[in-house]
């Protein structure tokens, strides 16, 4: 069993900055794969970003990249998420997936799920 939770979301202002935190507990953290999703209202939840277990693999949605950069430190057993140049369509509640050694883009790959942290860009 893993337990996931995030952290760091807010509001901020369009071109703001922001730091999402994933805390995980339980199982050994650095044999998951996380990935970052986000699910606006009335939206299908979808892929942001992910990181491989060993931190030397990253992806990343068309829609983020060069924005937001995803990092992980198995020491503190956390995977971040820095989002930069933030745009009021980046308005979500964002959550992050564990996945034992793997990770990927779509989310029923995932094994554990935090419960979100809600992030709102003003314009």
């Known amino acids: 069993q893993v337990k996931l939770v995030e952290s760091g979301g807010g509001l901020v202002q369009a071109g703001g900055s922001l730091r999402l935190s994933c805390a995980a507990s339980?199982?050994?953290?650095?044999?998951?794969?996380i990935g970052w999703f986000r699910q606006a209202p009335g939206k299908e939840r979808e892929f942001v970003a992910a990181?491989?277990?060993?931190?030397?693999?990253?992806s990343y949605a068309d829609s983020v990249k060069g924005r937001l950069t995803i990092s992980r430190d198995n020491a503190k057993d956390t995977v971040y998420l820095q989002m930069n140049s933030l745009k009021p369509e980046d308005t979500a509640v964002y959550y992050c997936g564990a996945r034992f050694m793997g990770a990927g883009t779509r989310g029923v790959v995932y094994d554990y799920w935090g419960q979100g942290t809600q992030v709102t860009v003003s314009s």
């Open positions: 990181i491989s277990w060993s931190g030397d693999r990253t």
């Open positions: 339980g199982r050994t953290f650095s044999s998951y794969g």
